[in-house]
């Protein structure tokens, strides 16, 4: 909203109307999305891609992670990893 010389609430109200979203819906969206992302191609503790990824403990997290994807941190990057292994699959 500051960068944007916005109040908060026009920002939230503008940025709801533009997206359907919330901006802090938009934000946890986005910051999951780093966290598959970095859980596909690193081995980075989950605790370490949470932090990094903007999330303030792993709690909240795993709790964000498991609410979208059905699935832990660990078993997804689990599942990736073995779906990666199998010959023939990219």
């Known amino acids: 909203a500051e960068a944007c010389n916005f109040s908060k ?4 109200h503008e ?7 919330t901006f802090m ?5 986005f910051r999951l999305e780093k966290g598959m992302e970095r859980l596909r ?3 980075d503790s989950v605790t370490t891609v949470a932090l990094s990824c903007g999330f303030g403990n792993v709690r909240s ?11 832990t ?14 010959p023939g699959k990219s």
């Open 61 to 71: 997290f795993n709790r964000s992670f498991k609410e979208r994807n059905r699935m």
């Open 25 to 29: 819906r938009y934000l946890n969206d």
């Open 15 to 21: 940025f709801h109307d533009l997206t359907g979203m």
């Open 41 to 43: 191609l690193t081995d």
């Open 73 to 86: 941190p660990l078993e997804y990057r689990r599942q990736f990893r073995s779906i990666a292994e199998i």
């Open 9 to 12: 609430f026009y920002f939230a």
